[in-house]
Structure formats: structure tokens, C-alpha cells
């Protein structure tokens, strides 16, 4: 994360940035930040899923 974009809080709309990953793209909701990751919730029609992912993967939306 470039601190110029702003700061990740809970509650904030991010999507994930990091080629090697397979959620790469995806946009979610941060749920909840403990030590240098945030639980996200990823919605998509039917299903829900919920990921801890590094901070410096996301960025905010």
C-alpha cells in the first residue's frame, strides 16, 4: 500500500494486487486488521469467502 492512497481501515472497499495470487483483481471489504493483515470478505452471487491477506497486497478502491 502507498501511503498516498490513504490507509486501510475496517470497513474499507480494497482489491487485491498481487499477480501471483489467485484472487488478483478480486475487490472485497476489509472485515478486521491484526499485525500486518486484514481478514477480507470477498461476496460473489452465491458464494461468500473470507481470506487473511498482507496488507502491502491490497490497496483501496
Do not use: C, H
Amino acid at each position: 500500500m502507498n501511503n498516498s492512497e490513504g490507509i486501510i481501515l475496517p470497513g474499507s472497499s480494497v482489491k487485491v494486487n498481487n499477480p501471483s495470487s489467485i484472487y488478483n483483481g478480486y475487490k472485497g471489504f476489509v472485515q478486521r486488521i491484526a499485525e500486518n493483515k486484514a481478514a477480507v470478505l470477498f461476496e460473489g452471487g452465491n458464494w461468500d469467502k473470507l481470506l487473511t491477506i498482507p496488507i502491502n497486497e491490497l490497496e483501496l478502491v
